[in-house]
């Protein structure tokens, strides 16, 4: 049977981190689902971007990164306002998995009660390789590119994303 | 054709510079769709008044200020979770329009990429004229009732307003 | 104090029954709110117009019939799934009213429950004057325009309503 | 007829302030309707345990205190977003009630405006037994199970209630 | 461990054959979590009567059955959209239940596929002792009240719940 | 720049049809945006599978029939429940397209409206391969594998599919 592992992000941006975790636990498993979490959200001040531009740079990562995209699926998920069904709606969302990989206490705190098998996800430098800092150097007009894949700089210039940002931060709607 | 303009405010409450800006759209456009948006929100501290309340402020003001009713729409929108769809939204609830009047930074971007015109609102004092301050000047008990129209001040009073916003902030219901 | 009637439709579209008892209840009070209800709604075959649209309808039908625009507020007001909460929204969105006009069972109990007066719409020919047999006619490509005011009928084709509406009844979306 | 009252609380978690309340209110009427309120929400830091769990507190409590239970009813309602719609919604999931017991602002306020005589509750030390706190000092290692009846420090540890908090309070998963 | 077991219904309202079944099965668990399902809806005609309303009901027969209040818990949840997270969502507002009584296929599958123990609810005359047979005959004029607990038809007698089903199925609100 | 459709579907479950039709776009564009609709939905007669399962599904028959899964993007979108916010509810989840391909008259006049090209979806015989048709024959017990791919007949043996078809048939649970 397939080894099918389960990652969750939002993705605002994907950086190089998420690249170096999906690597190592394609080292893991047979296959990936690589939740972009938060799907319905987008233009604000913590998720920029559209779950449709996230699908975009995750393939382009993918592809550049030469990883076999048969080994991975990627499936936006809407959020739902409680915790205690959010388990049961990725269940819905995906194809079956076997393992959970994350640091996130919660997720993996969710993950467990239902019975999963959760194991930490690789290392990386989370103090360099963060969609916070990310978003932080952007607003601010910072150096970010070289903490994200190439492709993802590039489509981030495409569809003006820094000013985007810039202007969510200057005063959010409400 | 009808040149018609656009212009969102949360109206919490409804202050000099409120009118004195849709008293310059009027002189730019045949009509001006007023919304009133985050329309479901009221008794919160940032949101004291209920639609209706607010309904009622705008048209005893235009009303006060002899604007001419027939050349003004106001409509209550409720809010959207998700930005990506709250033009459209916004569509659905209004005649058609051509023209976006605002300063704020998301409305502006979200409107332009959805292909409208959008224009910067007219000059007004906004560190004297602003819902915020006044709410909190309502709350302190600071004088607040020559920030906003006659009508406004006394409909206020009426509906026992301020009171309720002191109310409010005690500690809000969650 | 001003004596405020309440009259909910769902005005898809707006026919001269409507304009009847909007005349007839003017007698009876000094103004009247008429609430545009399901105003989420659009695009389907029960409910083909938008709230904006149906909005333009009315205020046509009013200028068109000299009412004087300022006895009447027009408020568009979303459906809650819950009828328990019904009265509650609707007294959130609207100026405060004293009695209630309406033939319909439900909205007669749920009003007559939260201790409003409500009255019996006045007369007119249900049998003629329905949305749902103009709604029937246009799809059907029959005669309807004699059942609704001059404006309503010219600005449901002006937006090109009648051919929306058997598009939508070819078959429904979902 | 009965005289019924009604105390809304979050229960996150019970404590002995609660359960004071509850025994001074049953002196001055015939039942009473517990809500636990924000009925959905569970696994986040000031929400921890769903609403079954904090329905077996406030159960095992009763009988701990020997509290006949025929004069009490519990019951679980989810929040609405919209303040406006409140009252409706808890009357709907309630038997009826003619007195309400709060010291929360908005929760009086509402009420009165929906026309229900308010009571204050009965006096307990607010600093001392407070949810809140009782949060903190869970997540921080300190003692707390002397704020709370035995019952309910039992039942906290039994689905190891702490260790969730701790973990929620590491980071959220939004 | 104590044995806990689940009953899913709307009662819309409470029979005889309601009663019967609880009896039954509490003859083979130590406690029963009775769910009042599709709580949120009331006031339509496959659901007149409010959450509240239905625990009065089910409460005051379980006390005119002698039934021991000890062993049994009752909690109104109400419907979610999705099918998927419905198990999920019901875990989250009971205490821990470890076998589901059901003959209904659907709830059945749910819980069978979730990993619960599934039983077959005890017999009873379904032809007989139905809801909607029961809101067919209130329609209609017909008795109804000996298909019910003497104390459920006093009830609905109080609450003037025949007419209220009666105005409802003369034409619903939508 | 690359030319890229969208094909909405809800492929519940996914036949020969679809494979025909998506064959056949990608002979006309770069790439193609599969949306799989009513994400949300499963376990209900009409929509008897869960998004993760649809998934499978086309992508088992993408790989079956040697389509380059590079030139194709599949992705579950949630319904919402208002028309007039679809469209861009689509746009947020999916990367950009220029061309939409449907039969459909109100997903044409949607995005229509919305200023996109439409196209027919190429010809295939409608009667025979129809998802409507496949659930009946599958829950009457009827030989329905001829008509989906042979991966599509063998996924939904592997989870039992037909026989939760034939429960959810029986009675659907509200």
Redesign the interface.
């Known amino acids: 049977m397939v080894r099918r592992g389960l990652y969750v992000g939002r993705f605002q941006p994907f950086h190089l981190g998420h690249l170096s975790v999906i690597e190592k636990i394609l080292d893991e498993v047979d296959e990936l689902v690589i939740v972009i979490g ?7 001040v913590d998720n920029p971007f ?4 996230r ?2 740079m995750v ?1 382009g990562v993918l ?1 550049e990164a030469n990883v076999d ?2 080994r991975v ?1 990627i ?2 998920v ?12 990725v ?6 998995f076997t393992v959970v990989y994350t640091n ?7 993950f467990t009660e239902a019975g999963y098998k959760v194991r930490a996800i690789p290392f990386y430098d989370r103090q360099v390789y963060s969609s916070t800092v990310i978003r932080e150097k952007m607003t601010k007009g910072q150096g970010w590119k070289k903490l994200v894949p190439a492709t993802v700089a590039a489509f981030i210039e495409q569809i003006d994303g820094t000013n ?1 940002l810039k ?2 931060n ?5």
């Open positions: 938060s799907a319905q959200y987008s233009h604000d559209t779950a449709g531009e699908l975009v393939r592809k995209v048969e699926w499936v936006p809407p959020d739902v306002d409680l915790h205690m069904m959010w388990v049961a709606e269940e819905g969302y995906t194809p079956k996130e206490p919660l997720t993996r705190r969710l985007r202007d969510l200057k005063k959010d709607k409400r």
